[in-house]
T-cell receptor, first 108, second 113 residues
């Protein structure tokens, strides 16, 4: 299957700081999604973004499919942004493969 | 989560016993998935379904079976539970396998003792 690598594995920020999370993948994809897993374990879909750029409030994501990477930007971070961020990719006819995630802690 | 529920939310069972986890959706989505989440591994696909009675294996399917007799229900069965199957199990749904976002259930925490 397609390999997914996320970096950094862990990140600690102060409230108000900005951050960039990266997702590299090993093959062509037609499905790429970013998820946030909150401290209670709930997985929330942030973006469906196989290519291009999307924004949702303080979060935005960019996928450069030809270079096989995606970036998730978090601006003006808040403590509620803490949790684990997963990148997941898929190609035609197959389910998503998940990376191991970036664990984010935002401190007051 | 709206439209997708997992049951039970927590379960403790003994080694060697059969266990069935249920995923129920009200979205009429064609695709349903079972993942397990373990520390250091992210989420790994166990089985998925692309329609009633249509299922396929994922990367960690050994020891698990699934059934989908109705669009809304996807059952995951551990035929004879082992301690290595202690995990958090997530169900997900999507309209299409490749081109749509996933929605996850709240998860089932299974402990095999």
């Amino acid at each position: 299957g397609i390999q997914v690598e996320q970096s950094p594995p862990d990140l600690i920020l102060q409230e108000g700081a900005n951050s960039t999370l990266r997702c590299n993948f090993s093959d062509s994809v037609n499905n790429l999604q970013w998820f946030h897993q909150n401290p209670w374990g709930q997985l929330i879909n942030l973006f469906y973004i196989p290519s291009g750029t999307k924004q949702n409030g303080r979060l935005s994501a960019t996928t450069v499919a030809t270079e096989r990477y995606s970036l998730l930007y978090i601006s003006s971070s808040q403590t509620t942004d803490s949790g684990v961020y997963f990148c997941a990719v898929g190609s035609s006819g197959y389910a998503l493969n998940f990376g191991k995630g970036t664990s984010l802690l935002v401190t007051p | 989560d709206a439209g997708i529920t997992q049951s039970p939310r927590h379960k403790v069972t003994e080694t060697g016993t059969p266990v069935t986890l249920r995923c129920h959706q009200t979205e009429n989505h064609r695709y349903m998935y079972w993942y397990r989440q373990d520390p250091g591994h992210g989420l790994r696909l166990i089985h998925y379904s692309y329609g009633v009675k249509d299922t396929d294996k994922g990367e960690v399917s050994d020891g698990y079976s699934v059934s989908r007799s109705k669009t809304e229900d996807f059952l995951l069965t551990l035929e004879s539970a082992t301690s290595s199957q202690t995990s958090v199990y997530f169900c997900a749904i999507s309209e299409s396998g490749a081109n749509y976002g996933y929605t996850f259930g709240s998860g089932t925490r299974l402990t095999v003792v």
